[in-house]
């Protein structure tokens, strides 16, 4: 019974935090060409790359450009307790992972927040490299995977601003479920509080994310800024 | 008041505005946490003591206390069915307490959601969430609007749409810019100032985020641009954090005597934002005592926007390039996208004519089989998002354009209006509503007039019905309407005098699409380019054309050197520097020098899997054999390459081009080593797969590609790869080598799971794993024998697992 109430509760709170998820369906993410190429073992002032190398890395690197399509979402929760071992939020999800509760030692509330750049990169990518052009499908797969991340990035950007006019601001690192001691199964609570179906993602039975190029992450909001 | 009033008495004097209410009304004991405009509705006798203090320190205006007002944070505190009831009820107190004193401001702000194409709130659903607002406000006796605080452009333009809808009452529009002058969504203040003043704001200007020395900087730079007053509603310095509450430390004497810098960067309205009080307001009533605003002198300019950029071009500005390729007619692939809603082939189109120097981007995806208005709406959309380049929207639906013009968020360009009747009387009130500029076609329902009097005469009417509707030279630009000479010699000519007008006596600029005059002709290119420098020499400011086309663009860049329009020349340094490409014959000749075997091994070191094939062929040719080539050439080049990735100098594209070179090169000597009896080693069998769960597959099918490249016999299970398949294909293929992969932590065990699996069933083989997440220990721990940390290594260690 205790069970069914908890589940009602946190539907109700699910609902309840509904209407205060931000979706963004065009994300301007660029993603970081010195990471993108550092993912593919270029060393700088040490790889050569002759007139032919060139053309095919700035071709693969527009077409990985060209396929994403960065789309995202984050919400804020409060933090309802902080203790030595877990944090539980108002929604109720409950981190216990020590790697974690450092990060959010200070935060009053939580954002979790997602990404993907959509399945049709990813589509590209095995398709290349079925045709024989794995090494343009290697440079599309750097890219895709780097403007996930330039996503999330961008919505750490417009969160900060937000923040900043509250007096607030955004803990400096990201933590996402599969580092440190904060075991993949997180991603599902994560994917039904941001309800990312509504983006078309979704998640394996091995917790993992669909479209393969997509992105978790948890940050923390602190209150101890210095003037900004 | 209407808007010729409003204009009138903000043409006499600065009107200042309020300061700060949310503080106020904390310190007269409203709690933090609650819902203001609740607490307002309930307290109405605090709201009206603060705003009678503001008129007492001189404000002219006051605003109502309803900026969390809309039903989406009304909402927050299920509020939202209320939403009419408080905002007539606090428009009212503040009526009541402004008397016949002062104006009432109706305040709209941010919904605190994201509209489209950024975020996922339909344009349509934020402007009725505001003219609900409105609707109340209204009700209330407000006697203008202001939308304030406004982060994001499209959002003001709803809001401002709504109030345009809902009544004639004026409207001031105040966006907030951050330290770096942009709003949350990346929009600096000339371009958030094109755009709101276009689509019809009384009033632009900027408040909250910054202190007033950084706004009045904001003000001088919109001033050059602004046809509208300006506001300023600065915050009392910088916020600082002391022990988690956000203070202001500016005082209010400090604060007032910039009122003197404001008004000479040309504001006319200014009042206090967070942090100010009564206090501050004094300040500015008493620093601006017997001052007046800068008088506008304004001077006509032609300016588009997009989200974050603003082009502006015309007499004495460089040629400006309309991008013409977002165009399905001719492109297959564009419209076979088009019909299946996909967009790979526009973002290529809009990116590469950035790239290759265009300013503007025309859309047009008209053609037969879709929904054209959909279509439209879903590329300005995309457009708006992954490109600054303002748009030109090219349709020949009048209703196509009014949809799109509703949703871009900028002000835009429309092609075109002409004297044709459907499109003058439904166009022209449509681009008038959004501000939007547009391309004057001279052609009538009558057909193209041959001679350039004949147009002159169509564009003067065209322009007077368009001045009815507040329209400028500035604002329209006339096609010279390019017919083919092919056809008719004069043709050119007509329009190059049609253009000479325009520039010298009409006083607008003019813009062609180049192409058409040399339909027919061979050599097409020369002719257009020709056409262009005649008609920048008449006096053309605007070419639609294809910024790919090397010729064009050299030209035009050149033209502007030559018009003195590129200012010390430094456009055309820029664009020609770092063009100077090696000679693509020189290196052929160089690389045709060398001996063949070199060359064989050039192009395995350099992954030119082009040539290889010919290279081997002409090197059976000159009698060199098969197993001369592989020893001395395609074994010493590959190594060569494992050397270089080994040292950093190659990346991983690198190393697996050249893999393939050797692969193909091997193709053409495999037959004659097997004729030879050459071949040597044991065909080593290796069966890979990711593991069951894990859908990544990238980094394995990189391994599987390579250890084929140096010739093991390989089979791909694939992903998600159950224990009991692998083994049993193993068994099956009778495999020297399993290779496995995983990249989470979820599916790595899995490994563990198909070694037990093998060493149950006495399969001898040897197990070698990869993946993000995997390591040598943990290869150690399961029982693989050997780890690899990317594809080059992998093969390094299926080699040394082959020979133990």
Known sequence: ?228 | MDKAQFRELISNKLLILDGATGTELQKKGMPTGVCPEKWVFENPHVIKSIQKEYIKEGSNILYTCTFGGNRIKLDEFGLGDRTVELNRSLASFSREAAGNKCLVAGDLASTGRFIKPLGDMSFEECVNIYKEQVKGLLEGGVDIFVIETMLDIQEARAALLAVKESCDLPICVSMSFDENMRTLTGTDPVTALITLQSLGADVVGCNCSTGPGQMVQIISMMKPYARVPLMAKPNAGLPKLVNGTTIFDMEPEEFGEYTKDFLKAGVNLLGGCCGTSPDYIRQIYMKSSGMKPEATVFKPYSAITSIRKTVAFGFSRPVAIVGERINPTGKKQLQAELREGATHEIRRFAAEQVEKGADILDVNVGMPGIDEKEAMLSTVSLLSSITDAPLCLDSSSPEVLEAALRIYPGRALINSISQEKVKLERLLPVAAKYGAMFILLPLSDEGVPEKAEQREAIVKNIFDKAAEYGYQKSDVVVDGLVMTVSANQEAAVETLNLIAWCAKEFGCGTIVGLSNVSFGLPERSWVNAAFLAMAVGSGLTMAIANPSSDLLMNIKMACDVITKNDINSRNYISFFNNRQKPSAVEAQAKAEAKKIGERIFDAVLEGDNEIIGALISKALDENIGARDIVDNHLIPAINQVGKLFDEKKYFLPQLIQSAEAMKKGFIYVEPLLKQNGSVQEKEIIILIATVKGDIHDIGKNIVALMLKNYGFKVYDLGKDVSAETIINKAKSLKAHIIGLSALMTTTMVEMKDVIKLAREQNLSCKFMIGGAVVDADYAREIGADGYSRDAYEAVKLAKRLSKD
């Not at chain 1, 993907?116 to 440079?139: F, H, N, P, W």
């Not at chain 1, 904060?182 to 078309?200: G, T």
């Open chain 1, 1 to 228: 019974m205790d069970a069914i109430i908890k589940q009602m509760e946190l539907t109700f709170l699910a609902e309840n935090f509904y209407s205060k998820i931000k979706y963004f369906e065009n994300i301007p993410a660029v993603p970081k060409r010195n990471l993108i190429l550092t993912r593919l073992g270029y060393r700088n002032g040490v790889t050569e790359l002759n007139e032919n190398d060139r053309v095919l890395l700035e071709d693969s690197i527009r077409q990985g450009e060209y396929l994403c399509k960065p789309v995202g979402a984050y919400l804020i929760v409060p933090v309802l307790s902080i203790s030595e071992s877990c944090i539980i939020l108002e929604n109720g999800i409950r981190f216990d992972s020590n790697g974690l509760l450092k990060l959010l030692n200070n935060s009053r509330s939580v954002v979790l927040m997602a990404a993907t750049v959509g399945k049709e990169v990813v589509d590209r990518i095995s398709y290349e490299v079925s045709q024989g052009k794995a090494a343009a499908g290697l440079i599309i797969d750097s890219v895709a995977s780097q403007t996930a991340d330039a996503a999330l990035d961008w919505m750490v950007q417009l969160l900060r601003k937000i923040l900043v006019r509250e007096g607030k601001i955004l803990t400096k690192h990201r933590y996402s479920p599969g580092y440190g001691d904060l075991p993949l199964s997180y991603q599902e609570e994560i994917f039904k509080a941001l309800q990312l179906d509504r983006l078309k993602m979704s998640l394996t039975e091995k917790f993992m994310l669909i479209p393969e190029k997509s992105v978790i992450a948890i940050s923390g909001v602190e209150e101890k800024g210095e003037a900004v």
